[in-house]
């Protein structure tokens, strides 16, 4: 059995080293495919542009992406850089950000293009928020700028026990209640559910569950931690399913 990372990005990276340019992720709607060195250059490139623009460790950075390349690749950034996420469900209008937005402290905002409308409907968008990060056409943009980076030091220890997510609940029976999840949280689930996968035999795992949601998250992370590949639908379609496997 593999010795647990120190953290995300050092998972990150051993894999990156063990599995070179294997894919890792094939969001095949897209036609994109994003091999385990990519992966982990591309989301370094990612936190060197975000740590330039201020971005810290425990800063809390809101992330509205679709399922897609630049969520994941943005997700290992914030890893590396030890800040927190506040995954936004896609669906959120303004009234719901300006819940989210505000009770987490977000202090950063990365989000699609598509979904400015919801930001420019909020009645009480904080301050720090006047200059959100949009991402054009499913890509990262200017995140990027400078091409893959081989080897990325934040400058200060970012370790396992470091909070990673504010994982806001579906809110079902009230507002929704954002979970404090750290590292290490992601790295044990996503090493657990490995092992059975690897019990079974599988490589290549279908999933289709949005990324802002806990399931998208570990889905593509217990591939990663048998080095397999993750195939991702942008969403569930029901008609095409069966012909997707």
């Known amino acids: 059995a593999q010795e647990m990372p ?3 990005g050092a998972f990150c990276a051993r894999q990156a080293a063990a ?4 894919i890792a992720i094939d969001y095949f709607q897209d ?3 994003l091999s385990y060195r990519a992966l982990h250059e591309r989301s370094n490139r990612i936190a060197a542009n975000l740590l330039a623009r201020g971005c810290r460790k425990g800063a809390h950075v809101a992330v509205m992406l679709p399922n897609g390349p630049a969520s994941v690749l943005v997700w290992f950034a914030l890893m590396k850089l030890g800040a927190v996420i506040v995954p936004v469900n896609t669906a959120y209008g303004g009234k719901e950000l300006d819940y989210l937005l505000n009770q987490s402290d977000t202090q950063a905002l990365i989000l699609a293009e598509c979904y ?4 420019e409907a909020m009645q009480a968008r904080p301050a720090l928020l006047e200059q959100p990060m949009v991402l054009k056409g499913g890509g990262t943009g200017g995140l990027e700028a400078g091409g893959p980076l081989p080897d990325f030091d934040p400058g200060y220890p970012v370790a396992a026990t470091d909070l990673a997510n504010l994982q806001y609940t579906s809110g079902t029976t009230g507002f929704p209640k954002g979970c404090m999840l750290t590292q290490d949280y992601w790295l044990l689930l996503s090493h657990s559910i490995g092992l059975m996968q690897q019990r079974y035999g599988c490589s290549r795992l279908f999933y289709w569950a949005p990324f802002y949601y806990m399931d998208g998250q ?5 591939a990663m931690a048998i080095g397999g590949t993750a195939i991702i639908a942008s969403k569930m379609s029901l008609s095409n399913f069966l012909s997707w496997l």
């Open 6 to 8: 120190a953290s995300l």
């Open 19 to 22: 599995y070179g340019d294997t």
């Open 31 to 33: 036609g994109v495919r």
């Open 116 to 119: 400015l409308p919801a930001l």
């Open 218 to 222: 570990w889905s593509f992370l217990s």
